[in-house]
């Protein structure tokens, strides 16, 4: 497809580990991004990540890259009720950006 | 840690007039540019700046947007005769030298 996907909701329990899933669409080399956005806020950057790397780190956020299935993931570690928000996943094709539509994060208490 | 802002938060307007959509990028970047979220919808790109000039825009972009960067710290967005469909929330975003992508907090643009 051309479009980058994402699953549009995520219910998890506090304390328990998030997982968000993105399908891009770029075979080559390529930047992917993932963003938070909370209600009435901007994109806040989280995480990035070159195509040509497997897996990155940052505290709490994991992002894994499968690019032979073009596969993005986040993962949230400990997912805090301030990790409620939308998430967007992001890839670059010609130094812009090209969204999915965000996945919404609900944190139960 | 540097910051990309946007003035105004929220701006108002009857259609057709002309709003000015204002952000300053990061002070040490070199690409900027705007994108707009429609409520509900992806966040779409309109157009990249480089060099004091476009270097590339969306078919979104037609002949009554404009951008400009009027001295060394404004990056600016002219919509020149608002309609209806130009509500959104829009976004000035500056790229780093690593391919980090920066976005401001938005402008919401509400046409009457």
């Known amino acids: 497809g051309e479009d980058v996907e994402q699953s549009l909701f995520l219910s998890v329990r506090e304390g328990d580990s998030s997982v968000i899933n993105c399908t891009y669409t770029d075979s080559s080399s390529t930047y992917l991004y993932w963003y938070k956005q909370e209600p009435g806020a901007g994109l806040q950057l989280l995480t990035y990540?070159?195509?040509?790397?497997d897996m990155k780190q940052d505290q709490r956020l994991t992002v894994l890259l499968n690019k032979k299935d073009k596969h993005l993931s986040l993962r949230i570690a400990d997912t805090q009720t301030g990790d409620s928000a939308i998430y967007f996943c992001a890839e670059m094709r010609d130094y812009k950006l090209s969204f999915g539509a965000g996945t919404t994060v609900t944190v139960r208490a | 840690e540097p910051e990309v802002t946007q003035t105004p938060s929220h701006q108002v307007t009857q259609m057709g007039q002309e709003v000015i959509l204002r952000c300053v990028p990061i002070s040490n970047h070199l690409y900027f540019y705007w994108y707009r979220q429609i409520l509900g919808q992806k966040v779409e790109f309109l157009v990249s700046f480089y060099n004091n000039e476009i270097s590339e825009k969306s078919e979104i972009f037609d002949d009554q947007f404009s951008v400009e960067r009027p001295d060394g710290s404004n990056f600016t967005l002219k919509i020149r005769s608002t309609k209806l469909e130009d509500s959104a929330m829009y976004f000035c975003?500056?790229?780093?030298?690593?391919?980090?992508?920066?976005f401001g907090p938005g402008t919401r643009l509400t046409v009457l």
């Open positions: 975003a500056s790229r780093g030298p690593r391919n980090e992508q920066f």
């Open positions: 990540i070159f195509s040509n790397m």
